[in-house]
């Protein structure tokens, strides 16, 4: 099976786990000696290719746009681009989508209660970001559109990392995107059952 090219997408808030997520499935992913792989995050990035932009909704718009490109780029040329950006809002997720092609495009909702967040963050930005301190931070004074039909939707305030590691690189498998492992070839008849009722919800069966 030659390898295909596609945008792998981890969108949700800060601390939700997306960043971990997406380590785990490009070591993964390099571990199965899958030899073009790539990955951007978004807080790297703006470092570098998205330098000087700001938190206004036109920078963060225009940040995401920039990741978006280069994934597209990647995609088309059969590499696995493994982005993990909050990307707040959903019409530039979606312009990323088109751009793209939803064919190689793959969009992984990192769920988390804010309860959650506010445990895990040992900076303590969205204390100070509910009270006041702190503005335009995504998902306190600043929106987060959660997507509507994302391909994958984990929760880590419910799941294990395991958990949702395992429900990303079953969808993948599934989709044909990436080779199951020779042991992990053959389903249970209800993990087949799962996997094609998930898909043909999504219209791909």
């Given at each position: ?36 792989v790539e990955k951007l ?61 939803s064919d190689r495009f ?100």
């Amino acid at each position: 099976m030659s390898q295909k090219g596609f945008t792998l997408w981890f969108t949700g808030l800060s601390g939700a786990g997306k960043t971990t997520l997406a380590d785990r499935v490009y070591d993964e992913l390099k571990e199965r000696r899958v030899l073009k792989v790539e990955k951007l995050d978004g807080d790297v990035v703006r470092t570098n290719l998205s330098k000087g932009l700001g938190f206004s909704k036109e920078d963060r718009d225009t940040n995401i746009r920039r990741i978006g490109f280069v994934c597209d780029l990647l995609s088309r040329n059969d590499v696995i681009a493994i982005a993990s950006a909050i990307s707040p809002y959903r019409a530039v997720r979606d312009e990323n989508r088109a751009l793209i092609g939803s064919d190689r495009f793959v969009e992984v909702y990192v769920e988390a209660t804010l309860d959650t967040l506010v445990q895990r963050d040992v900076k303590g930005l969205y204390k100070k970001a509910l009270a006041g301190e702190i503005k335009e931070f995504t998902g306190v004074s600043d929106p987060y559109e959660a997507p509507l039909h994302p391909e994958v939707h984990v929760n880590s305030s419910t799941e294990t990392i395991d958990e949702s590691f395992d429900a990303i690189i079953g969808y993948l498998e599934a989709r044909g995107l990436i080779e199951p492992l020779p042991e992990q070839a053959g389903y249970s008849a209800a993990e087949e059952q799962a996997v094609s009722a998930h898909l043909e919800a999504l219209g791909y069966l």
